[in-house]
């Protein structure tokens, strides 16, 4: 079963900071273009950063320029989302993604999700 898995989620003060990572099971991401989402309670699913197979190109959602960095590891197969200067409107589920073109990721229709990861930043 492929799959992509979250961690470092929880619970964290405004202005905090966290590092989200995603590895993956069952086959090889390490071709693929990968990237996060998150989803707000009775919001849609957003978009919040993207990185190429190579690592070359790299896209954000202005909401998180300056203070979030992805970043990606191909060896061990993952990716992370540094995650600085948070605010309570950040507080969400946030998603792994996968695909073969970045732009399916920027384009907000990834080939793969995970399950998902809660991040809280109180106030």
């Known amino acids: 079963q492929v799959q992509l898995v979250e961690s470092g989620g929880g619970l964290v003060q405004a202005g905090g900071s966290l590092r989200l990572s995603c590895a993956t099971s069952?086959?090889?991401?390490?071709?693929?273009?990968k990237g996060w989402f998150r989803q707000a309670p009775g919001k849609e699913r957003d978009f919040v950063a993207a990185?190429?197979?190579?690592?070359?190109?790299?896209s954000y959602a202005d909401s998180v320029k300056g203070r979030f960095t992805i970043s990606r590891d191909n060896a061990k197969d993952t990716v992370h989302l540094q995650m600085n200067s948070l605010k309570p409107e950040d507080t969400a589920v946030y998603y792994c993604?996968?695909?073969?073109?970045?732009?399916?990721?920027?384009?907000?229709?990834?080939?793969?999700w995970g399950q998902g990861t809660q991040v809280t930043v109180s106030s």
């Open positions: 993604a996968a695909s073969i073109a970045i732009a399916t990721i920027t384009g907000g229709r990834p080939d793969y």
């Open positions: 069952g086959r090889t991401f390490s071709g693929y273009a």
């Open positions: 990185v190429s197979w190579d690592g070359y190109r790299i």
